[in-house]
């Protein structure tokens, strides 16, 4: 992700935004929206266009009209949410049930009304940081809060720092997709093993 690259300490502001509409009032409102909000956006008419910018720039969110015309944007989402893990809101004056669960079901991380307003906008980051600690961390089996503190004891874990930590262990035996087990052991002064 671009943003906790190269811009932690100034978050949210910097966040890096492509912007894929082909009508250009649209794509001017999210321009305009984001300069309000000191975030980067590039805007582009056209899923080639997308294509282009997604292998030449980083960026940590795509907003994408979902009626682009000549393409199957939600083919499109699919494959940007496959190949590259960035969020991705679809936006439509489409709002029908059906639009909707087609863009979630390709992958979308929300659905965006049109007309488009500032506070949309403003939440954004919200999904970037989701995405971001989601692809950071372990997929750990939910379990309940209490059924890890039983296992620990009386011994507290920040299981952040832990999957952080496990991650950066591990990050040369990974294969995509296969679990990997793990054993904790706890200290008395908060450390881990």
């Given at each position: 992700?671009?943003?906790?690259?190269?811009?932690?300490?100034?978050?949210?502001?910097?966040?890096?935004?492509?912007?894929?509409?082909?009508?250009?009032?649209?794509?001017?409102?999210?321009?305009?929206?984001?300069?309000?909000?000191?975030?980067?956006?590039?805007?582009?008419?056209s899923v080639s266009d997308a294509w282009n910018y997604l292998f030449a720039?980083?960026?940590?969110?795509?907003?994408?009209?979902?009626?682009?015309?000549?393409?199957?944007?939600?083919?499109?989402?699919?494959?940007?949410?496959?190949?590259?893990?960035?969020?991705?809101?679809?936006?439509?004056?489409?709002?029908?049930?059906?639009?909707?669960?087609?863009?979630?079901?390709?992958?979308?991380?929300?659905?965006?009304?049109?007309?488009?307003?500032?506070?949309?906008?403003?939440?954004?980051?919200?999904?970037?940081?989701?995405?971001?600690?989601?692809?950071?961390?372990?997929?750990?089996?939910?379990?309940?809060?209490?059924?890890?503190?039983?296992?620990?004891?009386?011994?507290?874990?920040?299981?952040?720092?832990?999957?952080?930590?496990?991650?950066?262990?591990?990050?040369?035996?990974?294969?995509?997709?296969?679990?990997?087990?793990?054993?904790?052991?706890?200290?008395?002064?908060?450390?881990?093993?």
């Amino acid at each position: 992700m671009a943003l906790f690259a190269n811009h932690p300490s100034s978050f949210p502001a910097g966040l890096q935004i492509l912007a894929v509409d082909h009508h250009v009032a649209a794509l001017c409102t999210i321009q305009d929206i984001c300069n309000n909000l000191s975030c980067q956006v590039i805007t582009c008419c056209s899923v080639s266009d997308a294509w282009n910018y997604l292998f030449a720039q980083n960026f940590d969110i795509i907003l994408i009209e979902a009626c682009m015309p000549s393409n199957d944007t939600f083919a499109f989402v699919g494959q940007m949410t496959s190949l590259f893990k960035f969020p991705v809101i679809v936006m439509s004056l489409d709002h029908t049930p059906s639009c909707v669960m087609q863009s979630i079901a390709k992958g979308s991380c929300a659905f965006w009304s049109k007309p488009l307003h500032e506070n949309q906008f403003k939440n954004m980051w919200q999904h970037v940081v989701r995405n971001t600690l989601s692809e950071s961390q372990l997929h750990v089996a939910r379990m309940p809060l209490a059924t890890y503190i039983v296992g620990l004891g009386q011994y507290r874990l920040n299981l952040m720092a832990f999957c952080k930590d496990l991650n950066a262990r591990t990050q040369k035996f990974k294969v995509a997709d296969t679990p990997m087990t793990a054993t904790i052991t706890a200290y008395k002064d908060n450390t881990f093993e």
